[in-house]
T-cell receptor, first 108, second 116 residues
Framework: AQRVTQPEKLLSVFKGAPVELKCNYS??????LFWYVQYSRQRLQLLLR?????SIKGFTADLNKGETSFHLKKPFAQEEDSAMYYC??????????WGAGTKLIIKP | NAGVTQTPKFQVLKTGQSMTLQCAQD?????MYWYRQDPGMGLRLIYY???????DKGEVPNGYNVSRLNKREFSLRLESAAPSQTSVYFC???????????????FGPGTRLTVL
């Protein structure tokens, strides 16, 4: 079955500390993975996708097919990173399968 | 460009009442989606329209109907609202109808619906 798991509902770290938001997936084909972010009072928006292999706002994510993971990382958290983060998997019908989301709180 | 717009932003209904949520996009996108967002459950797809003139059920279609009025507009109707439909509803669109990869979805601001 196709599934995206974000094991942490809430992650709280201090400003300047490293951040890692976990995402694991289950998919039989070649996965296309995304991280979307929803800042307070803003729309859900794309943060990054694995095929782009880019760093956005200091965040990176590497697809690990062996561990079926796509964890989001940032070496030094900033207060403006506080938001809700969703991992999503693109399926063969071009739909997105979403994880339950992780609320990231950056403490000053 | 306004992107994806949704109306209304908030709505309170009584059980059994009906209503239509409106969504429009001005990006000339082919595909449009309706999701519901519930705490601890992420986004769940209700219905989608891969292209103008087509609609398909998603993960949780029961109790809802949709209309792809034209390329810009995709409405979601609750015929007889139930408390279980209390949620935040998001409309989204993406440019491609199909293709070699899954492209970005653009989201509306959401509609917060409460059914009493």
């Amino acid at each position: 079955a196709q599934r995206v798991t974000q094991p942490e509902k809430l992650l709280s770290v201090f400003k300047g500390a490293p951040v890692e938001l976990k995402c694991n997936y289950s998919y039989s084909g070649s996965p296309e993975l995304f991280w979307y972010v929803q800042y307070s009072r803003q729309r859900l928006q794309l943060l990054l996708r694995h095929i782009s292999r880019e760093s956005i706002k200091g965040f990176t994510a590497d697809l690990n097919k062996g561990e079926t993971s796509f964890h989001l990382k940032k070496p030094f958290a900033q207060e403006e990173d506080s938001a809700m983060y969703y991992c999503a998997l693109g399926d063969s019908n071009y739909q997105l399968i979403w994880g339950a989301g992780t609320k990231l709180i950056i403490k000053p | 460009n306004a992107g994806v717009t949704q109306t209304p932003k908030f709505q309170v209904l009584k059980t059994g009442q009906s209503m239509t949520l409106q969504c429009a996009q001005d990006m000339n996108h082919n595909s449009m989606y309706w999701y519901r967002q519930d705490p601890g459950m992420g986004l769940r797809l209700i219905y989608y329209s891969a292209s103008e003139g087509t609609t398909d059920k998603g993960e949780v279609p029961n109790g809802y109907n949709v209309s792809r009025l034209n390329k810009r507009e995709f409405s979601l109707r609750l015929e007889s609202a139930a408390p279980s439909q209390t949620s935040v509803y998001f409309c989204a669109s993406r440019r491609q109808a199909s293709g070699a990869w899954v492209d970005e979805q653009f989201f509306g601001p959401g509609t917060r619906l409460t059914v009493l």
